[in-house]
C-alpha cells in the first residue's frame, strides 16, 4: 500500500501557541485528505475533509477557526491547532485517498499526540 | 446505536490461541476496513473487503453483505499481536470512514 508519513510524533505546547501537524503523502498524490481526533479509548472522529486546492470541509460541532486545514498540493496538508488549550490535548491522524488507488482504500500516517499545558 | 460495534471490547489470549474479533455494522457500504492500532498510537491497515474472505500470513479477515457483519481473525496468536484493533466502514453515500471503538487485544506469552 501507500506510504502517509505524519510529523510530528509528539508534540507539547503552552496553552494559547499554536501547533501545526503536517501529512505528507509519499508515493502518491493525495487528492482528498481526512484528519481525525481520537479521545482516550473512544473511536476516531473525522474531524475534515480536504481537497487539494480548495477549502476544507469540516464536520459538524469542528471549529473552522480553531483547526486550520490547508491543502496546497498534492502531497502535503498540514493541520494547524490555533491558541491551543488543555481541551485540545488528543491524538491527532491523517488519512490520504487518491493516485491509482480507488476511493475506498484509505491509507494512514503515524497520529500524533499533542498534549497541551 | 452506533453505526459500528465491535465485539468483545477486550480481549486477552493466550499465547497460540485463536482469535476471533466482530464487527456489525448498520449502513450501506462501499468496503470495510480492518486497522491496527499499536500503543504507539500509529494506524496500519490491515485489509480492506467488501466480500468474501482474504488472508495475510496468521490474519484472516471476513465479510458477510447480507448480514452486515465482518470477522476478524488470528491463528497462533503471538504477543506482538497486542494491539487494539478497529473496524471502518466506507460509507457507499460518500466514502467517508466510520469507525467502531476498537477490541483491545492482550497476547500473554
Known amino acids: 500500500g501507500a506510504v502517509v508519513s505524519q510529523h510530528p510524533s509528539r508534540v507539547i505546547c503552552k496553552s494559547g501557541t499554536s501547533v501545526k501537524i503536517e501529512c505528507r503523502s509519499l508515493?502518491?498524490?493525495?487528492?482528498?485528505m481526512f484528519w481525525y481526533r481520537q479521545f482516550p479509548k473512544q473511536s476516531l472522529m473525522l474531524m475534515a475533509t480536504?481537497?487539494?486546492?480548495?477549502?476544507?470541509?469540516?464536520e459538524q460541532g469542528v471549529e473552522k477557526d480553531k483547526f486550520l486545514i490547508n491543502h496546497a498540493s498534492l502531497t502535503l496538508s498540514t493541520l494547524t491547532v490555533t491558541s491551543a488549550h488543555p481541551e485540545d490535548s488528543s491524538f491527532y491522524i491523517c488519512?490520504?485517498?487518491?493516485?491509482?488507488?480507488?476511493?475506498?482504500?484509505?491509507?494512514f500516517g503515524q497520529g500524533t499526540r499533542l498534549t497541551v499545558v | 446505536k452506533n453505526e459500528v460495534e465491535q465485539s468483545p471490547q477486550n480481549l486477552t489470549a493466550q499465547e497460540g490461541e485463536f482469535i476471533t474479533i466482530n464487527c456489525s455494522y448498520s449502513?450501506?457500504?462501499?468496503?470495510l476496513h480492518w486497522l491496527q492500532q499499536h500503543p504507539g498510537g500509529g494506524i496500519v491497515s490491515l485489509f480492506m473487503l467488501s466480500s468474501g474472505k482474504k488472508k495475510h500470513g496468521r490474519l484472516i479477515a471476513t465479510i458477510n453483505i447480507q448480514e452486515k457483519h465482518s470477522s476478524l481473525h488470528i491463528t497462533a496468536s503471538h504477543p506482538r499481536d497486542s494491539a487494539v484493533y478497529i473496524c471502518a466502514v466506507s460509507k457507499s453515500s460518500n466514502y467517508k470512514l466510520t469507525f467502531g471503538k476498537g477490541t483491545l487485544l492482550t497476547v500473554n506469552p
Open positions: 488519512s490520504a485517498r487518491g493516485g491509482d488507488y480507488s476511493d475506498t482504500e484509505a491509507f
Open positions: 508515493d502518491f498524490q493525495a487528492t482528498t
Open positions: 449502513v450501506g457500504i462501499s468496503a
Open positions: 480536504s481537497n487539494e486546492g480548495s477549502k476544507a470541509t469540516y
